[in-house]
């Protein structure tokens, strides 16, 4: 697990790797597999592309305006000598401003008006480390001050806090803790992430907050940038074409209670997430999004999911697999006759 990879790293050495996955219950094969994204992302590109004794000054600044949050977002990840974590979620209500809080150590002193659920807000969240003083750069209560002066969130509501690395890293699991009391881990999550490039995230978003009703709704909705320039163009991940060079990861990240929600429940929304993905990846759509950790419906779906490198892709599996016996259930290549029967 990565948890334990990062207690042993800073037990035995104070170091670490700068990049992460939000969550770090997870196998370390598992994330390798399939890139590894966070708020670091942006600078240093994904888990699989990347070590500093610190501590964390954590910021938090709330929107009520999409496009100054994004706005404010790039600006965020235009200054990575700076800046070393940029991530943002949606405040769909009181509820979802509480759990986004649990993790977050200080005292947050905002009490929007949400019109009865017609209007929600947006949070950016970014980070500066201390090792900056160590390189002989600015203290980071300064960062903190010299980069919140260029934001233009609501005011007064940006909130900093100093937390350990450990703990900032960690902070997913405070969450899942909560979730566990409350009986909402060990039940479906029916998740969807999407890659959208910057000239379609106004799109995808009335598209996604047209699926929501926010009372019925548990969760986070992750909003972020990330440059397209860190990721390998020689993996097989696929991130849409943005000549801007900047897409958004867009992660519905939804727990369902079974007692409001049962598996028709269930299978009910992984179809409205079909269909909205559908239509922001369709090809010559306005969006041109791609799905991130896909589970596509048949090989067809696949082949456009992929698209001009799908004859690479298909060159690499039958050399390094002919016999398909990786992945089959992802739904890719059908496994042959002789493997299956072997198994």
Request: charged fraction near 20%; aromatic fraction near 12%.
């Amino acid at each position: 697990m990565w948890a334990e990879v990062l207690e042993e790293c800073l037990k035995q050495a104070g170091l670490a790797p700068v990049s992460w996955t939000n969550y770090l219950y997870l196998t370390v094969g598992g994330t390798l597999s399939n890139g590894g994204i966070s708020g670091q992302a942006f600078k240093l590109g994904p888990q699989i592309s990347n070590v500093l004794q610190l501590e964390v000054r954590w910021v938090r600044a709330f929107y009520d305006s999409f496009r100054t949050f994004t706005e404010d977002q790039e600006l965020l990840v235009s200054m990575p000598e700076l800046v070393e974590y940029v991530e943002g979620f949606v405040v769909l209500d009181e509820q979802s401003l509480h759990s986004s809080s649990i993790a977050f150590p200080a005292q947050v002193n905002f009490s929007p008006d949400f019109d009865g659920g017609r209007k929600v807000y947006y949070c950016i969240e970014f980070a500066v480390h201390d090792f900056q003083q160590q390189q002989g750069g600015s203290p980071a209560d300064h960062v903190v001050e010299l980069v919140s002066a260029r934001l233009s969130y609501l005011k007064p509501h940006v909130y900093s806090v100093e937390v350990s690395y450990f703990d900032f890293l960690n902070r997913v699991r405070m969450e899942e803790e909560s979730l566990r009391s409350r009986g909402l881990w060990d039940v479906p999550h029916p998740w969807l992430n999407v890659f959208v490039p910057k000239h379609g995230v106004e799109r995808f978003k009335d598209l996604l907050m047209d699926t929501i009703s926010p009372g019925e709704f548990e969760g986070p909705i992750l909003v972020y940038p990330l440059l397209t320039d860190r990721w390998d163009g020689n993996t097989s991940a696929v991130v849409p074409s943005s000549p801007d060079g900047v897409m958004y990861i867009f992660s519905v990240l939804r727990s369902t209670d079974p007692a409001r929600c049962d598996s028709a429940c269930v299978q009910g929304i992984m179809e409205q997430h079909r269909r909205l993905a559908d239509e922001a990846c369709r090809d010559g759509g306005s969006i041109g999004a791609k799905q991130y950790l896909a589970r596509q419906q048949s090989p067809a779906h696949w082949r456009d999911h992929f698209g001009s490198r799908w004859d690479r892709f298909v060159s690499r599996k039958a050399r390094f697999d002919p016999m398909h016996v990786l992945g089959p259930g992802q739904g890719i290549f059908p496994r042959t006759d002789s493997v299956a029967s072997s198994m």
